[in-house]
Nanobody, 117 residues
Framework: QVQLVESGGGLVQPGGSLRLSCAAS????????MGWYRQAPGKQRELVAI???????IYADAVKGRATIDRDNAKNTVYLQMNSLKPEDTAVYYC???????????WGQGTQVTVSS
C-alpha cells in the first residue's frame, strides 16, 4: 500500500512562487509515474504535471513555462515548483502515483493553494 503526504500549500500573492512536496511511503516501482493534479471549485480534477522514473515530464498547457516537476527516486518524493502564480491556479493540489499499465493510482489527501492579493 502506498501513502502520499503533501506539503507546501498556502496563500500566495499573484506573481509569487511556491514549492509543493509529496513524500510516498511504501514501495514505488520504476514503472510508476509521479505527479500533480489539481481541482478548483466546481471543476474537474486536471493534470498539472507528471514525471516518470527516468525523468521524462509532461506539463499541462496552463502551467508550461511556470511549473517545474522534479522527482527524487531515492526518497520516493516528488516536487512541484510553480512560479508567476495566477488567481486561476487556485485549487486543491493532489499528489499522484500511477501505474499506467495496470491503471492503479494512489492519491494524497490534497493541499490547498490559494493565489490572491
Amino acid at each position: 500500500q502506498v501513502q502520499l503526504v503533501e506539503s507546501g500549500g498556502g496563500l500566495v500573492q499573484p506573481g509569487g512562487s511556491l514549492r509543493l512536496s509529496c513524500a510516498a511511503s511504501g514501495s514505488i516501482f520504476s514503472s510508476a509515474t509521479m505527479g500533480w493534479y489539481r481541482q478548483a471549485p466546481g471543476k474537474q480534477r486536471e493534470l498539472v504535471a507528471i514525471i516518470t522514473y527516468g525523468g521524462s515530464t509532461i506539463y499541462a498547457d496552463a502551467v508550461k513555462g511556470r511549473a517545474t516537476i522534479d522527482r527524487d527516486n531515492a526518497k520516493n518524493t516528488v516536487y512541484l515548483q510553480m512560479n508567476s502564480l495566477k488567481p486561476e491556479d487556485t485549487a486543491v493540489y493532489y499528489c499522484n502515483v500511477g501505474y499506467p499499465m495496470t491503471k492503479i493510482n494512489y492519491w494524497g489527501q490534497g493541499t490547498q493553494v490559494t493565489v490572491s492579493s
